[in-house]
């Protein structure tokens, strides 16, 4: 009985670990992607200068690459949240 108590504990250290670790990811990982897309967006739609063609393309690469890494961030975090 204490040999499973002991192993019980150990099992329960990385869920701790893990837990701590997207407490800490979740705010850390979404804010500046969220300041990356809102710039970006901003930028996009309202241009202060004539903007070349080119960097608003690139602008337009950026924002959807953004909203690409806030689907996979939020697909991460929602895993975890299906596991606990």
Not at 52 to 57: A, F, I, L, T, Y
Request: glycine share 2%; proline share 7%.
């Amino acid at each position: 009985m204490a040999q499973e108590v002991l192993q019980n504990r150990k099992n329960l250290r990385p869920r701790r670990s893990q837990v701590r670790f997207f407490k800490i990811c979740k705010p850390e990982l979404r804010t500046p992607i969220d300041i990356h897309q809102r710039s970006l967006g901003y930028l996009r739609a309202e241009p202060w200068e004539p903007c070349p063609e080119e960097v608003m393309g690139l602008m337009k690469i950026a924002e959807s690459e953004t909203d690409r890494l806030i689907r996979l961030t939020n697909d991460i975090l929602d895993r975890r949240k299906l596991s606990s």
